[in-house]
């Protein structure tokens, strides 16, 4: 025992190592991308904003003000000090909906990338491997899929599954799911050529280690950009679903929602129209940054081996 | 042939199919056709032949990578080609293999020890410490350390990964490694190290391989015995020393020309000699007469119509050449070009 537990520390130690230096480097690459780590650090601001919403909101979401309706930012004339950007024409306060907007977006986005990304890797491989008549099979399913405009298609699965913000979730999730598969496929099929494959084959592994255990992991940068892509597209559909009032349902504060909720308002009462569309614009391109540097750094061809 | 060995092959045929149009089958083109080899526990063959040749085919039909279209390999009591592509667990951990490029053979997202590991996790109940009592045993084999475990294939030359691909072909200590060309994806001085690794493994390990090169001074260096293939078919097969001092069939003695020699006068001598000759390529159809028929300069009227036999050699082996036919000679054979030095 009193040997093995600095032995043990020892390993754990070079393993940090280890993964220390591939962090080191893929940050290395990341960073060359200005644009990037701007995106990064959003993000990390719009994490930190939804976990934080309920300490950081000055009122409740869904809380009525009937004394303060349209009431603008504060800086306006007419703006009142306890509703920093205004209220909406029902009195709510609009700091407080934007920022548990940001956990709904999030959440969207996570849930929607993890469902599209696990079904579509699991098919994408399947038909990647397998090749043939499974193949032909999945490809032209996808190829359906991808065949309609997304935004159209994930609108009549709502409008069969039911409007709500879980449903329209699996919509866009089954809408988005097809690049994942032909991302994955492709990957497969370049790599389940190469000697290492063939070497774990003589070793003895079987189907399902090879695909699962051999090859995938070897496909996962390309994945892992398309996801973050995904999920800034997520959150933009789901937005779209909301202003189209197949998504969240009004009394939500989801950014979309929000959209629709404001439409008349437009011209009367700008702030309630501009700031929800400014979060969606600045998380989808805080994302799509993020996406692109991550690319830059995971992309193989990019990078010496 | 006979029956102590641990691997026959016996009329071996391999076909690649192609697809027509409709995915009915198109036409066969024939990789092997009937070959015939046998090696011995402990013993190295070595199967050399230009590109194309079909020595890898051969490779892949005893990996199990590629099924045999006709004739059978039997290894110890189990005949492979009935098997196809599917071995069960003990025949597939007693064949491993070594691949020609180190930099494709490796998994780039696993470290060495799970790359050396992998066999016996696939075969063996080992615990996750066993295996790792193992994997520091297999490097040290290959005169690698501890420190290289957790690391990745992109942080070793191409020299330490074919160390890896050997530590980990010889985790559970098959009968028979093939190895596929090991040695020419690397410098000529990690060549060295390479092949005297295999070498001292193969002595104190007692493992056969079956060697594919086209590198006929280096197959004869580690060889005990050589076949020489030419467009699927084994032309020529024999003891190493016989084959590359005294070669037999026209094609190795071609084969061996091909080596470069030192003395640039004695050089373009030789290819002086070697423009004299005909240089017709046969078309691989291969239904019908020796395949070397087209390039030989020994060629005769039944080389056309008739494939030639095995016929046995002075010094050991075989010839597949009508030349060889009756006793005739085998002392006119000792060779107007020579073998070099």
Redesign the interface.
């Known amino acids: 025992m009193a040997t093995s537990t600095p032995n043990a520390l020892q390993e754990a130690d ?2 940090a190592v ?1 993964m220390g230096q591939r962090l080191s480097e893929f940050w290395y690459y990341f960073s060359e991308n200005r644009g990037a780590v701007i995106g990064l650090w959003v993000f990390v601001f719009l994490v930190v904003v939804a976990i934080l919403a309920p300490l950081l909101a000055p009122h409740m979401p869904q809380q009525q003000y009937r004394d303060a309706i349209l009431v603008p930012p504060y800086w306006q004339e007419g703006g009142r000090a306890a509703y920093l950007l205004g209220t909406d024409a029902v009195g709510r306060d609009l700091l407080s909906r934007l920022l548990y907007g940001a956990r709904f977006s999030l959440f969207i986005g996570v849930i929607v990338t993890t469902l599209s990304l696990t079904v579509g890797i699991f098919f994408g491989v399947i038909a990647g491997y397998v090749g043939g008549k499974t193949d032909t099979f999945i490809m032209r399913i996808m190829d359906v899929i991808l065949a309609f405009p997304s935004l159209l298609l994930a609108l009549v699965l709502v409008a069969v599954l039911g409007p709500g913000l879980i449903n329209a979730m699996i919509a866009i999730a089954l809408v988005l799911q097809p690049h994942f598969v032909r991302l994955t496929r492709a990957a497969v099929m370049s790599e389940k050529t ?3 494959v ?9 189907p399902l ?1 090879l695909m699962f255990k ?1 090859i995938l ?2 496909c996962m940068a390309p994945l892992i950009v398309q996801a973050t892509l995904s999920f800034s597209t997520a959150i933009l559909d789901a937005a779209a679903l909301g202003f189209l009032g197949m998504g969240a349902q009004p009394p939500t504060p989801e950014w979309g929602t929000m959209l629709a909720e404001a439409r008349e308002f437009i011209l009367r009462a700008w702030w309630v129209v501009t700031l929800p569309g400014l979060a969606i614009l600045v998380t989808v391109l805080a994302i799509n940054l993020m996406g692109d540097g991550l690319r830059d750094a995971l992309d193989p061809k990019l990078k010496r ?1 | 042939m006979s029956d102590d060995a641990l691997l026959e092959i016996r009329d071996l045929d391999v076909t690649y199919w192609g697809r027509s149009l409709l995915g009915l089958k198109g036409k066969g083109f024939h990789a092997v056709k009937s070959a015939n080899l046998s090696i011995r526990p402990g013993e190295t063959l070595g199967l050399v032949g230009e590109s194309g040749s079909g020595k890898s085919s051969i490779a892949n039909t005893v ?3 590629v099924p045999a279209t006709a004739g059978s390999i039997r290894f110890g009591d189990v005949d492979l080609a009935s098997m196809r592509t599917r071995y069960p ?1 003990a025949v ?2 007693e ?3 070594v ?3 180190p ?8 470290t060495v020890e799970d790359i050396v590991t ?2 016996l996790r ?2 063996t109940a080992m615990t996750r410490d066993e295996r790792r009592g193992r994997a520091l045993e297999l490097l040290k084999l290959v005169s690698l350390s501890e420190e290289h475990l ?3 294939p ?1 942080q070793f030359s191409g020299g330490q990964r074919q160390r890896i ?1 050997i530590a ?1 072909a010889l985790a559970l200590t098959p009968k028979l490694i093939v190895l596929d060309e090991p040695v020419s994806a690397l410098d000529v001085s990690t060549q060295n190290q390479i092949i005297n690794l295999l070498y001292e493994r193969r002595d104190a390990l007692g493992i056969a391989y079956l060697l594919i090169a086209h590198d006929l001074a280096l197959v004869h260096h580690i060889s005990d015995r050589i076949a020489v293939m030419y467009l699927g078919h084994i032309v020529e097969e024999g003891p190493s020393d016989r084959v590359y001092r005294s070669p037999a069939h026209p094609y190795t003695k071609a084969l061996l020309d091909a080596v470069p020699l030192l003395d640039p006068d004695a050089q373009r001598r030789r290819r002086a000699t070697r423009k004299a000759l005909p240089a017709r390529e046969t078309p691989r159809v291969a239904s019908q007469g020796c395949p070397y028929r087209n390039r030989c300069p020994h060629v005769m009227p039944r080389c056309e119509a008739e494939m030639p036999p095995d016929y046995p050699v002075d010094g050991g082996g075989t010839a597949a050449c009508f030349l060889f036919d009756g006793s005739t000679a085998t002392t006119e054979r000792t060779s107007d070009l020579g073998a070099p030095a």
């Open positions: 070079r393993h280890t190469r000697d290492y063939v070497a774990a084959k003589v070793a003895g592994a079987k280690r051999t992991p070897n081996s | 990996l199990g990578l667990s597939r951990k064949i491993q293999a691949f020609q490029d930099y494709s053979s490796l998994n780039p997202s696993m992998e066999a696939v075969h957790e690391r990745h992109h691909a980990s």
